[in-house]
């Protein structure tokens, strides 16, 4: 079974539109961690957020807003007044302590997110 | 941030012949580095994990006579892809932990830029 699944495989917004990117993840564990990189056409991957399992507060970060909701296994993310160099391909990430001390990044698939001036 | 580089970031082979691929962590000592393939418009897939000193461990499906992975030191590890094939062009990124900047048990990662493997 899929552990992290990112539903959306590609979005187009015009510019200063909000979207918000859905990610849904499967675990057995209590404690685990989500993340959200960004990887842009240069192919490099840039952390976004960690999100421990324990920690369900939203957080914000200028045009970024998370929403973790463990009641739905969900961990999705908002840009809000989206601009054309957020057009990216976003991923989310699960790492879970079964994984041991390798801390290994489960991906989704990415959403292709592609913002029209 | 921590950083990890990766070096070529792009490399064209000829079918047959080998590459080799490193990654560095630059300003922190790496136990732990893990190896990821990209192929276009498609996840990351874990390919093994590099620990220093001892053999990497491979995810089931990887070749490890293919794939070659050293860890000879705590700042480098290396990825040889033997006997490139058409079918082995792909995107390769490492990602290394820092143990002392991230703590134990976070599970956040430091990624390479990445390298492009093209053989014809």
New interface residues.
């Given amino acids: 079974a899929q552990k992290v699944t990112q539903a959306q495989t590609e979005i187009s917004v015009v510019e200063k539109e909000d979207v918000t990117l859905d990610c849904v993840y499967e675990t057995r564990d209590t404690?685990?961690?989500l993340?959200w990189?960004k990887q842009p056409p240069?192919?490099?991957?840039v952390?976004l957020i960690?999100r421990?399992s324990f920690d369900e507060q939203n957080e914000i970060s200028g045009r970024y807003s998370w929403n973790f909701q463990k009641s739905t296994s969900s961990f999705n993310f908002t840009i809000t007044a989206s601009q054309v160099v957020d057009s990216a391909v976003y991923?989310c990430a699960l790492?879970e302590?079964s994984g041991g001390?390798?801390?290994?990044?489960?991906?989704?698939?990415?959403t292709?997110l592609t913002v029209n001036p | 941030?921590a950083v990890v580089s990766q070096h070529p970031s792009w490399v064209i082979c000829k079918s047959g012949t080998s590459v080799k691929i490193e990654c560095r962590s630059l300003d922190f000592q790496a136990t732990?580095m893990?190896w990821y393939r990209q192929f276009p418009?498609?996840?990351?897939?874990?390919m093994a994990?590099s620990n220093e000193g001892s053999k990497a461990?491979y995810e089931q499906g990887v070749e490890k006579d293919k794939f070659l992975i050293n860890h000879a030191s705590l700042t480098l590890s290396t990825l040889t892809v033997t006997s490139a094939h058409p079918e082995d062009s792909s995107?390769y990124?490492c990602?290394a932990?820092d143990p002392l900047r991230t703590g134990a048990?976070?599970?956040?990662?430091?990624?390479?830029?990445?390298s492009?493997l093209t053989v014809l």
């Fill in positions: 404690t685990y961690y993340f990189y240069s192919g490099e991957l952390f960690r421990n991923f790492s302590e001390s390798n801390y290994k990044l489960t991906f989704g698939k990415g292709l | 941030g732990t893990f418009k498609q996840s990351l897939m874990l994990t461990t995107f990124i990602s932990r048990n976070t599970g956040e990662l430091f990624f390479g830029e990445g492009r």
